[in-house]
Every structure is written in structure tokens, then in C-alpha cells.
């Protein structure tokens, strides 16, 4: 247990009740550290049919099987970062300007929230992203069966989030595994939509 939480310093910015080093002693969340092969699984199929994010959401998924395998908030900030830039380059695929007027403050609020050690800031700032990714969707594409595939499974996987948040006991504490595989399926999707859309 080398990144153990019992280290105030390295204690992550969000905790999930997935009981820790349960099933591994190497492992600080087993089952969400497991669920994240699924990001690897869609990236690899994505960069194997020649989408250009197809590796960028395998990294993705390596670097959140990171967070949860460690429990590390250096990790997190990683995962975090990663999934940041991920949005903002979707974002750049339809509309470069708004990718980049967007750049400063997403950078400044991010460190806002490592430095106040505030998750809410970081979810604030995915659900605003995505919610610009969605209207410029409907603004500048053709909207097709992958995109509501993805914003399908996007309110599927946000619900479990949700769940998890609220019920921290029982078997909810394994919701969080369920985000990570409705929500790498979704990615998929609307990278398929974004990225056939020119």
C-alpha cells in the first residue's frame, strides 16, 4: 500500500465507497480500477477502424485505472486533466475557436479546484463542456444514430454516478464501475458521430 489513504497529503479529491484493497492488496479500488479496461477496449477498436481518438481514449483509460488502482491524487489529477483535454479537443473537432476561448478558464477553474481541493469544481466544469459539445453538435452537425446512442448512454452512466454519490453502502458502492463502462461506451459513440461528421 504505497499510496495508502491513511497519507492526508496524497488523499484524493473525491472518495467512492468502494471498499479499499478489498480484493487485491495492490489494488486501492478493484472494481473500479477493472471497469476501466473498458475505455481501453473502445479506444483500441476506435484507433483500429482509423479514428483519431481512438488513442487518446485508451490513454484515458490507463490513466483512471491508475487513479483507482493507487488512490493517488497525483493520479487523479492526471485522470482528470486527460479527460479535460479530451472534451476540449471534441470540442476543437466542431468548433476551433470555441475550443480555444474555452482553453484559459477551464486551465484556471481546474486549478482553482486541485488547489481548494474541490471535485465539485472539476464536475462543474465536465458537465459545462459537455454541455458545449452537445449544443455544438445540434448547432454545426448532422445528428445521427451514434450521437443518440451516446447521449443515451451518457444519461445511463451519469445516473449510476449519480446513485453512487448518494447511497455510499451496500451494493451501490460498486455503481461507480457501471459509469466507467455506459460511459466509455458513449465516448465511442459520439467520437464515431463527431469525427464522420466533417
Known amino acids: 500500500m504505497l499510496f495508502s489513504e491513511r497519507n492526508i497529503h496524497l488523499s484524493p479529491l473525491i472518495h467512492f465507497c468502494e471498499p479499499k484493497y478489498d480484493v487485491s492488496l495492490y489494488i486501492h479500488e478493484f472494481y473500479n480500477s477493472l471497469s476501466n479496461l473498458m475505455y481501453i477496449y473502445i479506444g483500441f477498436l476506435l484507433h483500429h477502424h482509423g479514428y483519431r481518438t481512438g488513442l487518446r481514449v485508451m490513454i484515458l483509460g490507463v490513466c483512471s485505472f491508475t487513479f483507482h488502482s493507487t488512490g493517488h491524487i497525483v493520479c487523479e489529477i492526471f485522470d482528470e486533466i486527460y479527460i479535460l483535454g479530451l472534451l476540449l479537443d471534441l470540442i476543437g473537432e466542431i468548433r476551433p475557436l470555441a475550443k480555444e476561448m474555452s482553453l484559459y478558464p477551464v486551465v ?26 452537445i449544443s455544438l453538435m445540434f448547432r454545426y ?7 443518440v446512442n451516446s447521449i443515451v448512454l451518457m444519461f445511463v452512466a451519469k445516473s449510476f454516478w449519480i446513485l453512487e454519490r448518494i447511497e455510499q453502502n451496500g451494493i451501490y458502492c460498486y455503481l461507480h464501475s457501471y459509469w466507467h463502462i455506459f460511459s466509455a461506451m458513449s465516448l465511442g459513440f459520439g467520437i464515431i458521430s463527431i469525427e464522420n461528421g466533417h
Open 108 to 133: 484556471f477553474l481546474y486549478s482553482q479546484a486541485v488547489l481548494l481541493k474541490s471535485f465539485l469544481i472539476f464536475e462543474i466544469l465536465c458537465i459545462y463542456l459537455t454541455s458545449m459539445l
Open 141 to 147: 452537425r448532422k445528428i445521427d444514430i451514434n450521437f
